[in-house]
């Protein structure tokens, strides 16, 4: 279980998460969703070891994370799929693996260079061509295979469908899926509220730096009016 506990965060002076709390059971997708700045990214780059926090922890099966560097969060076991699909753009895809997999012993990186092929074979044929060639989607896929390549314990994707178009989306959404089958703790956070709705089992709604709602995802879907008012209170502040 990743557990996120009562995280308080300020950026430039200012606070932006007032005691946020979530979890993130192994195998399941957790979503996380909330109007433009409510706090989701800030929420993510806490857990990735990129922001400090003001206070509250961030634990791992009960190993604190929350002092640690975004390369030790990483070895650790917790990836993370950054805002924005953004890839190194002159290197070749092949590449963009390879360096996602430099913290793996040399012996290991075939291995999981063809393990992160085998969930992306469209991959395959773009190898050798430059990152900055993709489609947006193709991107992502190479985003999420970099997360992936040194088999995390958890992926926090942060804006899965953002820009891409709706057949790229079902793959995604695909993809992640199978890899919480197979026992990976996913936090998605998620513009496009319907696709994280129904593919994952509980949700986090953040309003203002504050959990409006955390409980089963049916229950948003059934009950709509819990998201809008949430999303209305962050339009009206
Ligand atoms: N680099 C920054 N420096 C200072 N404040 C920031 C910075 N980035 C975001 N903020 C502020 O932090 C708060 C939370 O923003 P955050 O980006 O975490 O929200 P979000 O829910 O991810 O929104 P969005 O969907 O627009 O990215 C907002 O008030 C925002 O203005």
């Given at each position: 279980m990743l557990q996120v506990q009562d995280l308080v965060l300020h950026r430039s002076g200012k606070a932006?998460?007032?005691g946020v709390s979530l979890e993130i059971p192994a195998g399941q997708i957790t979503a996380l969703v909330g109007a433009n700045g409510a706090g989701k990214s800030s929420t993510v780059m806490a857990i990735a070891g990129a922001l400090p926090l003001t206070s509250g922890r961030i634990e791992l099966s009960g190993h604190a994370?929350?002092?640690?560097r975004p390369e030790a969060v990483r070895a650790a076991g917790v990836a993370v799929v950054p805002e924005?699909?953004?890839?190194?753009?002159?290197?070749s895809v092949r590449d963009n693996l390879r360096v996602a997999a430099s913290a793996l012993p040399a012996a290991e990186v075939p291995a999981a260079l063809q393990r992160v092929l085998a969930v992306f074979p469209e991959l395959e044929v773009k190898?050798?061509?430059?990152?900055?060639?993709?489609s947006g989607g193709q991107k992502q896929m190479v985003c999420i295979a970099q997360a992936l390549i040194a088999a995390p314990r958890y992926l926090v994707i942060d804006?899965?469908?953002?820009?891409?178009?709706p057949m790229i989306v079902k793959r995604l959404a695909d993809v992640v899926q199978q890899i919480a089958a197979q026992g990976v703790g996913v936090l998605l956070i998620e513009q496009f509220t319907s696709l994280a709705l129904a593919i994952s089992t509980q949700a986090c709604v953040l309003e203002r730096g504050r959990i409006a709602f955390n409980g089963a995802s049916g229950t948003l879907r059934e009950r709509p009016e819990i998201l809008h008012s949430s999303y209305l209170a962050s339009a009206a502040q």
């Open positions: 932006v998460l007032h994370l929350h002092r640690m924005g699909h953004k890839v190194l753009g002159d290197l190898l050798a061509q430059p990152a900055k060639s993709l804006e899965l469908s953002l820009g891409l178009s």
